[in-house]
């Protein structure tokens, strides 16, 4: 498997299969705005539901939350995002395309080499207006991240939930960024998805605890397939701490632009209680029962990109392989990401088939994502599969007419198995749970 890929393989593979298009691709398209096909939607979903499983369902110290996009604007002024969300912005006086300070080598622009502006700080958040007057007292802001959402609402969740810290609150949803150099495909978008975690804990406990999600959510990334020696740590240095932030991690992945950041968990400490307590006027505080004190939280957040991590899934998954002299592209997605679990494939599209090869569609359907193409010849409908990452083909042949077994084909190996019918659903969940394909007990005790 190559350890890296061109981008320009992932964004065609993308493309051509329905998982990302160019957003208003008929009108040119936006820049840095990606939309998701109906593979690509199954995968993001997955994804999601991958993050909310491992960190609100399976836990009993997180709780979810879901809050508006655009806020009162004392949030941010209170969270430090109206001073200091910026980043240094230099401008070329000739083509005057747009720069990061920080990321330009040597003193002319990368473009044209021409003179560059001094440095001036821009606010890379998004500025409208509520309401029909556009006036200053109007103003509000697209969130730049969700964490916001969740400490306004601290309160609220710890005199309702009835738990006791340390408690996480989750929340998944879009943020905005009027980023200077967007790009990379869906690396770095000025419209994106945040799955955040922050996680409150007894202040002296918070370097323990940020150790711990520091190994959970490298370990999500390993359980999800993608390859340990293309993924690393690396703790910020003091001059690169975001302005809450006491300590911070990064989760690298080894992008084809080079190591790039998935997701960073920092520790926020008490930066953000104590900032709304003081612009709102409300006390925000948790009283230790046990402990019998009181004391402002400090928060450990883990915060990772939706459509970031969809790209590295993608971009570890994507192989391209010699079978019997032809070359074949697949996506090893493991099979709880798999936009598609089941292609139900016809050998033909023939009066005979179509019956039986409907009626085990409609069977698995109900309980798997399931596709069914009877069009073209049976070998580009494979192909067509592998190329999204689907796990589990089955087919149906005349034989099938007689007998009432169905061939079920694995991606990755391309073993194949025969089984009835009537255990087909059993036997695909047992192997969607990851039973190996070819241990099962109706593969031992059936003629191979
Ligand atoms: N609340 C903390 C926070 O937002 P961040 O390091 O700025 O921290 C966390 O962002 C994660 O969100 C990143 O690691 C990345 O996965 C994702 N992310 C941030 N900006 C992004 C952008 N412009 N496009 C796509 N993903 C982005």
Sequence with gaps: MPAKVDMDKI?????????IFPSSEIYGGLASCWDYGPMGVELKRNVRDAWWKSIVHERADVVGLDTSIMMHPGVWAASGHIDSFTDPLVECKSCHLRWRADAVEGKGCPKCGGELTEPRMFNLMFKTSMGPVEEEASTVYLRPETAQGIFVNFDNVITTSR???PLGIAQIGKSFRNEI???????????????????????????????????????WYVKLGIRKENLRLRQHGKDELAHYARDCYDIDY?????????????????????????????????????????????????????????LAFL??????????????TLLHLHRSLAPVKVAVLPLSRNEKLTPLAKE????????FVTDYDD????????????????????????????????????RDSLAQIRVPIEELGKSLEAKLKGEAFDASPLWATRDK
């Excluded at 964004?11 to 998982?19: A, Q, T």
Aim: charged share 35%.
């Design 375 to 410: 069009s073209q010849s049976i070998g580009r409908r494979y192909r067509r599969q592998d190329e999204i990452g689907t796990p589990f083909c089955v087919t149906i042949d005349f034989e099938s007419l007689e007998d009432k077994q169905v061939t079920i084909r694995e």
């Design 360 to 367: 085990v569609f409609n069977k698995l359907c109900p309980n």
């Design 315 to 328: 971009i570890d998954a994507y192989d391209e392989e010699e079978v019997e002299g032809e070359k074949r």
């Design 11 to 19: 964004v065609s593979l993308c493309k051509r299969r329905g998982l």
């Design 254 to 310: 080894l992008f084809p632009m080079g190591w790039s950041e998935l997701e960073g968990i920092a520790n926020r400490g008490d930066f953000d209680l104590i900032q709304h307590a003081k612009h709102s006027g409300k006390e925000l505080g948790y009283y230790d029962a046990e402990a019998g004190e009181k004391y402002v939280p400090y928060v450990i957040e883990p915060s990772a990109g939706v459509d970031r991590s969809v």
């Design 181 to 219: 150099t967007p790009g990379n495909f869906i690396f770095r978008t000025r419209e994106f998805e945040h799955m955040e975690l922050e996680y409150f804990v007894k202040p002296g406990t918070d370097e323990k605890w940020l150790d711990y999600w520091v190994k959970e959510r490298f370990d």
């Design 163 to 165: 738990k006791k810290l």
